[in-house]
């Protein structure tokens, strides 16, 4: 759209109140609630990537086109908006992350360290949960429970034992969660709370740490083995957990989101508390939840393919493994630098049976039923696709069933063909590339290392993938997102595997129209096209003419959720 075209609309809109309108013409049905115009709209459809305006008609994008042909939508009460220099985009999808997680920590006890917190050290985080006591006024007895601690990041670069975690009180059990949400530490108080002593034996796919050359547990709790500590937090009215879903919909909303997840076990109690929530007033997102296998299975929830006040029940998800950051992914090479008192051979372990993973992933397939798998090492993944392909062989018709590996982190090449053959999706971790990519190197070694989250490896082999940022282990921010994944730079300033980057429409794709397809929603949502919903997000500049460098700057200036409003900077 030239300049002259421009200012020349511009003069007609100032203008056409004291005109008058007739509204748009008859066989163009009734007028836009909204059209949006401007030289930067970038729609992610592959048929057409560029349009001059769109116009939006309740929850759907009813016209696409040059500014002429979506102005005949233009009634007495349609809002107009110039973008001028901003860009128009498809509002960004989710395609993994824990919303209940990200909601609860708004309200509390973050032991993170920077750039998402301040603690740097065991002593800082001591005293941060003393503070927290102090100021809660926490009763002795109560839990003390609170999360975001990091060990790589920490300058003692280990996990706090429950005997850092007596400094901060031997009145209160205290139980920390780790960044990763794979590993917990808790003081003593929770240990006998819990009725953990060194007679207490590992569960499968768990490990409690001992204190070297004894039974006596450390504190420290891999996997499976947090179970076993007793639970706690502030209780919250059903009003207040009301007004706290709606928060973090709001926060999600500010970065650009119209698609959450909620992507580990929710219980069928949860979800027919969210249900109802939704059913009370409406979310202003949709919001997709995964729940256990059993519960499906068992027939105690019902798959949804459709949203209703926007919620659904989007499928399963299974947990396989660990975490890399916690040095508890499950790998099929040893681990270069394990974690304290490892064999020199560790690869780590998984964290379900494989047979009854097999089972369950055959029984779903054959349902119709979505499922996700966590699993972050290239032995996990194997095992995950194992499952995949028996239960196809099996099939006379292999569906369409786009089973997700969710991270995908240590993914080898020939598990990428392999993926591609399967129609498995590899949703990749991909923000870990700054967060951990440092760690990551320590960990597993300069040439795996440098290849996590390979999404080049992906679109070489024309495999299907998302990136997703696991909120809330990282904040759900889009556009750091889409810049880690483009730039792979980490804290220190390395570029990690700069053969493994993604083009800036790569990256986009993957939060927008593949994201959508991962969910089964490629037909109504991911691309500015005519008859989608209308979820859409205005960036103060656009993303695909900006120095890759910058493109973490950019802000959300407003977010439309099924064609309203619902977030404006």
């Known amino acids: 759209m030239n300049r002259s075209k421009r200012a020349v609309f511009a003069l007609a809109l100032a203008l056409a109140p ?45 016209a696409t086109g ?48 920077p750039p998402v917190g301040d603690v740097t050290n065991i002593n800082e985080l001591v005293a941060k949960i003393q503070r927290w006591i102090e100021e809660k006024q926490i009763p002795p007895g109560e839990v003390v429970s609170g999360g975001g601690y990091d060990d790589s990041l920490l300058e ?87 007004a706290l879903i709606r928060t973090s919909i709001g926060v999600y909303l500010g970065y650009g989101t119209t698609t959450i997840q909620n992507g580990g076990g929710t219980s069928p109690q949860m979800v027919e508390t969210l249900r109802a929530a939704a059913e009370r007033e409406p979310f202003d997102a949709d919001l ?50 394990g974690p304290p008192g490892a064999a020199a ?97 320590l960990s597993f070694g300069e040439e795996r290392g440098n290849n996590i989250s390979p999404v080049r490896w992906a679109i070489e082999r024309g495999v299907k993938f998302t990136v997703h940022n696991d909120a809330s282990v990282v904040p759900p921010d889009m556009m750091r997102l889409v810049s880690i994944t483009v730039n792979r730079r980490t804290r220190s300033g390395h570029v990690l595997g700069p053969h493994q980057r993604a083009t800036i429409q790569e990256a986009l794709h993957a939060v927008t129209l593949g994201a959508a397809y991962q969910y089964f929603e490629e037909d109504t949502k991911g691309s500015i096209t005519v008859g989608k919903q209308a979820d859409l997000v205005i960036l103060e500049e656009n993303p695909i003419t900006t120095d890759p460098a910058e493109l973490e700057r950019i802000q959300i200036m407003e977010t439309f959720s099924r064609g309203r409003s619902v977030f404006a900077r």
């Not at 040059?66 to 007495?76: H, K, P, Q, T």
């Not at 908006?81 to 860009?87: C, I, N, Q």
């Not at 027939?299 to 919620?311: A, H, I, K, P, V």
């Not at 993973?357 to 995950?384: C, Q, S, W």
């Open 156 to 242: 003692e670069k280990r996990h706090p034992t429950r005997f850092d975690l007596d400094r901060a009180s031997t009145e209160h059990p205290i139980v920390l969660g780790h960044v990763s949400g794979h590993l917990r530490a808790a003081n003593s108080a929770a240990l006998a709370a819990s009725n953990v002593t060194a007679a207490t034996p590992d569960p499968d796919g768990g490990l409690i740490r001992r204190v070297a050359g004894s039974m006596e547990p450390n504190g420290v709790f891999e996997e499976r083995a947090g179970r076993l500590l007793i639970g706690g937090g502030p209780a919250r009215s059903p009003d207040e957990f009301d």
């Open 345 to 441: 051979d560790y690869r780590a372990y998984g964290t379900m049976d494989p047979d009854a993973y097999k089972t369950d992933a055959a029984a779903l397939i054959e349902r119709g039923v979505p499922f996700l798998a966590h699993a972050n090492g290239d032995a996990a993944m194997d095992l995950m696709m194992d499952g995949v392909e028996q239960a196809i062989t099996d099939m006379d018709e292999a569906p369409d069933h786009r089973s997700v590996i969710i991270h995908a982190q240590l993914m080898r090449a020939d598990q990428l063909d392999r993926a591609a053959v399967l129609s498995v999706v590899p949703s990749f971790f991909a923000a870990h590339s700054f967060f951990w990519g440092d760690w990551h190197r």
């Open 18 to 62: 004291s005109l008058g309108s007739c509204g748009p013409p008859a066989d163009v049905g009734p007028p836009a609630d909204t059209i949006l115009f401007g030289d930067n709209i970038v729609t992610m459809d592959p048929n057409r990537a560029s349009v001059e305006a769109v116009a939006v008609r309740g929850e759907t994008i009813t």
């Open 288 to 337: 997709a939840v995964f729940t256990s296998s059993g519960a499906i299975l068992q027939d105690r929830l019902q798959y949804e393919r459709t949203y209703s006040n926007g919620f659904r029940v989007a499928g399963v998800k299974f947990v396989l493994d660990g975490s890399p950051q916690g040095r508890t992914a499950w790998v099929t090479e040893p681990y270069d630098e």
């Open 66 to 113: 040059s500014l002429d042909e979506v102005m005949a939508f233009r009634g007495e009460s349609t809002r107009v908006v110039d973008l001028g220099e901003r860009a128009l985009l498809p509002g960004f999808i989710d395609a993994h992350g824990h919303f209940l997680g990200a909601g609860r920590a708004l309200d509390a006890l973050s032991l993170h360290s």
